[in-house]
């Protein structure tokens, strides 16, 4: 989106949903019913299995395909997503990252085939091509959790698709650098802009360095670097952050690159507002917050974002449906041409109060940037586990400032009477729900899609990558060879496991400091050793996260939690199989085996982790699950013999370790 000069009224942002779910044909219909409600820009949400280079028929794309997002297996399902999309005219936002290469390459390829079919010149329509693929994998390792291989290789092929791109699709961004999740994982705005620069610096510094790119390039290299930020309702907070997190940008890229050209220094950043602050109690409270958080990275003409997306006021009960996307896009819309927001110069500019407030997180994340490199950078602080173990541990603070009531949460721990809403009448379709059926079209699709192709060519197309993969070539051009000859997602990233690997980020739970002088949790302590004295054993709990969905930010709270009351915690991190999970719980004797699920994969992953303790002789050791779970799922659960359900709206921790050791006592017969 272009800059306006100071004296022209502003152009508004970018207009997205995140949006993509079922299958390519079910989406393209919702990308195009959005499009034709005024979004100027889509924003395409992937399946957990096309995130984690999983195809639909593998055991750990197990009832999650289509669930979170658009499974994309192959090129057939590239060209069906985006049937009727020009897409040397759209703007299209991919929240992809370990296998961002492979989903440019696809979706390069398809705009080729366009080009082709058009009778256009090919490199002419990819030179048009503009849009972000997120790409960022150190926050995945922080946060989110969809990485796939080690940190060396996942940042060369960083590298290379930004060398790529800067030759090839030069209005492409290549990168999204995403404080947006480390907010999520508890981040404190100094910490947010810090570890976002330094992800950039890592990134920049290898693509510099790797020898693809010209010194005098640089320049374009950064003018494509873009940002994916988090606001959350403290907007006065927030949108200083972003003042400070622009000017630290502009002083990096000129002192530590040497851009000469104020506007390739900009700070070009896109904003999704704070979805996991989005409430199941009281929903309809959630409009206000997000109209809060899209004033925080709005109102400051200089530090605006270029592109907003906003979550549906239901989020936090499951998927949103069409209708709520659409209020929260006319949310937008309303802000940008009824108000006169866009019509004055920064408001901001000469206030003492937001100056002083920008100083501050100027400060301390230039103490916080300083401090990684000193650990070696980036890379090697998510190695070492600090950049993780500091945000497990902002994160247990901010929940204990919830708990004890420092921190409000409207309608959750505060102002909990209330009215039934009309917006979850009895009766009415409150969320989106995915048909299983779906999962069984789109591995059957995938099987005959592996009938209809070329298979020697993919044989040689994937050969070829594997060894280029072992050399230091550039990797795009074999991945598009890849996309062209009909390779699948799971086919691409598994070439890429044999060479590089796969990788375990550390959990960062050990580090968490405990709460002291607390006397609910001094009184659940008590219990625990009560019951174990009974027992004559130390209790264990064995926390586990099912299936794909990487959000763990929520199982290490209750990790650390669990470890602050006494129990022995086994916690492996993220993407078991319930196999796996069944395995670690009968080899370490816990009493209790705890799941989280946030993808909506509960009602298939869950009962198998129940179905296999019985058959390993452990039926006796209670389940218990934690994620967002609709009360009718949760009835179904507990049909099936889950021993407790708890959702977003159950908060208090300690209060849950207390209903965990009267479990855990109630099936050892004591009193």
């Known amino acids: 989106m272009p800059y306006p000069t100071d004296r022209e009224r502003d152009r508004p942002w970018v207009m997205r949903t995140y949006a993509g779910h079922s299958s390519a044909a079910a989406s393209n219909e919702l990308y195009r019913r959005n499009l034709a409600k005024g979004q100027t820009g889509l924003s395409v949400a992937f399946d957990l299995p096309t995130q984690t280079g999983y195809d639909p028929d593998h055991q750990l794309s197990r009832g999650e395909v289509g669930k979170v997002g658009v499974p994309v297996s192959h090129i057939g399902d590239m060209r069906r997503l985006f049937d009727g999309i020009p897409l040397a005219e759209a703007n299209t936002s991919m929240t992809i990252n370990a296998p961002a290469m492979w989903l440019l390459a696809l979706y390069v390829s398809v705009a080729r085939e366009q080009a082709e079919a058009e009778g256009r010149d090919v490199d002419e329509v990819l030179a048009k091509l503009t849009g972000t693929t997120q790409n960022d994998i150190i926050k995945e390792y922080l946060s989110r959790g969809t990485y796939i291989f080690p940190p060396g290789p996942s940042l060369r092929l960083i590298t290379d698709m930004i060398a790529w791109t800067v030759h090839h699709v030069p209005k492409w961004n290549p990168i999204n650098i995403c404080s947006y999740h480390l907010q ?31 010194a005098a390039d640089m320049a374009k290299v950064v003018a494509r670097i873009s940002f994916f930020v988090n606001a959350g309702v403290r907007f006065v907070e927030e949108m200083s952050k972003m003042r400070a997190f622009t000017a630290l940008w502009d002083e990096l890229t000129r002192d530590r690159y040497g851009v000469t050209d104020p506007k390739a220094r ?88 937001i100056q ?71 009766g009415a379709k409150a969320i989106e729900t995915i048909d299983p059926a779906v999962e069984k079209a789109a591995v ?137 999970i069944v395995a670690a719980a009968v080899q370490e004797g816990v009493h209790v085996v705890g799941l989280s699920v946030l993808s909506g994969s509960h009602l298939e992953v869950v009962p198998h982790v129940v179905d296999g303790l019985r058959a390993a002789g452990a039926g006796d050791v209670p389940v218990i699950v934690g994620g967002i779970i609709p009360p009718d799922d949760a009835a179904l659960l507990t049909e099936r013999g889950i021993a407790r359900v708890f959702t977003p709206k159950d908060y208090e921790l300690t209060e849950i370790m207390d209903g965990i050791v009267s479990l855990v006592r109630e099936r050892n017969g004591l009193s």
Request: aromatic share 6%.
């Open 184 to 214: 999520e994982a508890g981040a404190t705005p100094t910490q947010e802009v810090a570890y976002a620069l330094c992800t950039a610096i890592a990134v920049l510094d290898a693509v510099r360095d790797s020898g693809q790119v010209d």
């Open 266 to 353: 900009r700070l070009r950043y896109g904003v999704q507002v704070n979805s996991l602050g989005l409430t199941e109690a009281q929903p309809e409270n959630n409009v206000q917050r997000i109209v809060l958080e899209m004033l925080a990275v709005s109102l400051s003409r200089g530090a605006r974002a270029r592109a907003i997306q906003l979550p549906a006021w239901n989020e936090a009960l499951g998927l949103p449906r069409p209708w709520d996307q659409q209020w929260a896009l006319r949310m937008q819309q309303v802000l940008a041409f009824e108000t006169d927001l866009l019509e004055y110069e920064d408001i901001f500019d000469g206030s003492h109060v």
């Open 444 to 580: 059957t699709a995938i099987e005959e899609w592996r009938t209809q192709r070329d298979n020697e060519a993919v044989e040689r197309s994937l050969t070829a990558l594997k060894e280029r993969a072992r050399t230091t070539e550039n990797l795009f051009e074999a991945t598009v060879d890849c996309a062209r000859a009909g390779v699948t997602t799971g086919e691409w990233a598994g070439a890429l496991r044999e060479v590089f690997g796969e990788y375990r980020a550390p959990t960062g739970v050990s580090a968490a400091a405990a709460g002291g002088g607390d006397p609910q949790l001094e009184r659940v302590r008590e219990r625990v050793r009560a019951t174990e004295a009974e027992l004559g054993e130390r209790l264990r709990i064995l926390v586990g996260k099912p299936g794909l969905d990487g959000h763990s930010n929520g199982a290490e709270q209750v990790a650390v939690r669990a470890r602050d009351v006494g129990f022995e915690v086994v916690y492996q991190g993220i993407r078991l199989t319930p196999e796996q």
């Open 356 to 426: 002083a407030k920008v100083d501050e997180i100027m400060a301390g994340a230039r103490e916080e940037i300083a401090r990684v490199q000193d650990l070696g950078g980036a890379v090697a602080a998510v190695e070492s586990g600090y950049m993780k173990s500091q945000l497990v541990a902002s994160l247990a603070e901010y929940r204990r400032g919830m708990e004890n009531g420092e921190r409000i949460l409207v309608g959750v721990n505060k102002f909990e009477t209330t009215e039934p809403s009309p917006l979850q009448a009895e």
